[in-house]
């Protein structure tokens, strides 16, 4: 057996930084082979309860190891809608990889020995997509005279329109931007997540019969009651949480401050990059300043210092946050890959005022330094901020990617749907029905921002759950 994990082809930080072409390879069959024989098959696989969409990953793994890629790629599409996506944007290390047996304490394996499940799951995916594999369908004429909506055509509302397509239901997907994919194609850079990629899996679903309609907000253009009793017998909310988070402080509203929200949107789904053959332009500046330290937030760093690079600005983006590394939620494979593209990190630190020119631009931000105090709710230490130590950066666009909230455009107008304090939907956590009849939800409307293999798992439940009242 190899010990060591087969270690994954990526660009050089070099070469990856003056274009958004995808930075890891994937492995060859060869490759893939040789990492899939690394695993145990264990006779109690405790990888696969730790996928939130439940992959048999003992067995496409093993599929794997017999060559036999289009029974791995069948036995991934039986759980998972999204297996090219999922191969390349989930954290695995912190859920099928962190369940592994190998990670155990106790047996002669260290944590980074883990068998590389995602980057097998990509095999299997990009292998079916190649070919052009379509999966067997579980189609039930009794299902076939019901139609479904889903708003929203994220990771949550694929993952369900897929689910119910399947099993022969019509599905129509509601989406308020020109073009499906969610956090999908405006969040994830095409570095991260290629768009022929999403493209080929959105394609997947329109030849199981789902149909699309874009430029159509649900709330504007139609209130949920008329989904309802227009012919629909359930609908599936994946609104997402796409209300951008700020800081609360002096000069949020200068030019050249935005959310990372926006920062994203206009580069990833319009383009921005590609100006002017995209005619959206964005602006980018010679000191870029990033506030945040989740996966957005190295996405935007990583995205920036692209665009310094492209537009011939020597490379200059900082992210600021406001604890130390180790209590940075984004993945450690997104963190490494910024500090190898030359990203800086200025840590323990936290802004308190932008401070703009005279002409309302943003120039600098003043911030404090910080100190560790004791774990607050989410389990990190806390940031205490110390008195006295103020000292200012310079800063000619900044980037602010603390997170997202709710989307209240549909709850604000259906007060029928019950809400938390945070705006989220409130849902049975059997069978994810809102409160309102027929009306489920998932993914980051419920709970707030999770993984998309999360996302898709809540999609999974609540599909199942729609089937399940369909049936009766």
Excluded at 74 to 81: Q, V
Excluded at 205 to 212: D, T
Excluded at 227 to 255: D, H, M, Q
């Amino acid at each position: 057996m190899i010990k060591q994990p087969i270690k994954i082809k990526e660009l050089a930080s070099s070469e990856r930084i003056t274009n958004f072409s995808e930075v890891i390879s994937g492995y060859t069959e060869e490759e893939a082979i040789k990492e899939a024989k690394r695993c145990l098959q264990c006779k109690n696989p405790t990888c696969i309860p730790g996928c939130p969409v439940g992959i048999d990953i003992k067995k496409f793994i093993y599929q794997i190891t017999e060559k036999d890629y289009k029974g791995a790629y069948f036995t991934i599409r039986e759980k998972n809608n999204l297996p090219s996506i999922c191969g390349r944007v989930c954290p695995a290390e912190y859920q099928c990889r962190k369940s592994c047996v190998m990670s155990k304490k106790g047996l002669p394996f260290a944590s980074s020995e883990v068998i590389n499940i995602h980057f097998l799951e990509r095999f299997a995916g990009d292998y079916g997509m190649k070919k052009n594999l379509v999966a067997p369908s579980n189609k039930d004429k009794k299902l076939s005279h019901f139609k479904v909506a889903v708003v929203g055509s994220g990771p949550a509302g694929l993952c369900a329109a897929g689910e119910l397509a399947r099993v022969g239901i019509k599905l129509v997907i509601f989406e308020s931007l020109h073009r499906p994919g969610g956090v999908l194609r405006y969040g994830i850079p095409s570095f991260r997540l290629p768009r022929d990629i999403l493209d080929f899996e959105i394609d997947y679903l329109k030849e199981l019969g789902v149909e699309i309609v874009t430029n159509f907000i649900i709330g504007r253009l139609k209130a949920l009651e008329e989904l309802l009793t227009e012919g629909f017998s359930a609908v599936f909310l994946g609104l997402g949480a796409g209300t951008p988070a700020f800081l609360g402080i002096p000069g949020e509203n200068l030019c050249n401050v935005y959310s990372a929200n926006e920062f994203l949107t206009r580069v990833n789904l319009m383009s921005a990059y590609k100006f002017p053959e995209y005619h959206t332009p964005i602006n980018i500046g010679k000191h870029v300043i990033v506030i945040g330290g989740g996966n957005t937030a190295m996405d935007a760093a990583r995205v920036a210092l692209r665009l310094q690079k492209i537009n011939g600005i020597s490379p200059h983006t900082t992210i600021l946050y406001r604890r130390t590394e180790v209590e940075m939620p984004a993945r450690r494979l997104e963190i490494d890959h910024a500090k190898e593209e030359g990203i800086k990190f200025d840590l323990l630190v936290q802004p308190q005022e932008l401070l703009g020119d005279e002409g309302g631009y943003v120039q600098k931000i003043k911030c404090l330094k910080c100190s560790l105090g004791e774990a607050d709710s989410s389990g990190r230490k806390r940031s205490v901020p110390i008195e006295g130590s103020d000292f200012e950066v310079d800063c000619d666009l900044a980037i602010i990617a603390i997170g997202l909230k709710a989307n209240k455009i549909l709850t604000s107008v259906t007060p029928a749907l019950e809400t938390d304090n945070y705006g989220d939907l409130i849902v049975s956590p059997e069978t994810m029905q809102t409160s309102v009849n027929r009306v489920y939800a998932g993914g980051d409307i419920v709970g707030g921002e999770g993984t998309v293999i999360e996302a898709m798992g809540m999609a999974k439940k609540a599909s199942q759950a729609i089937i399940d009242c369909l049936s009766k």
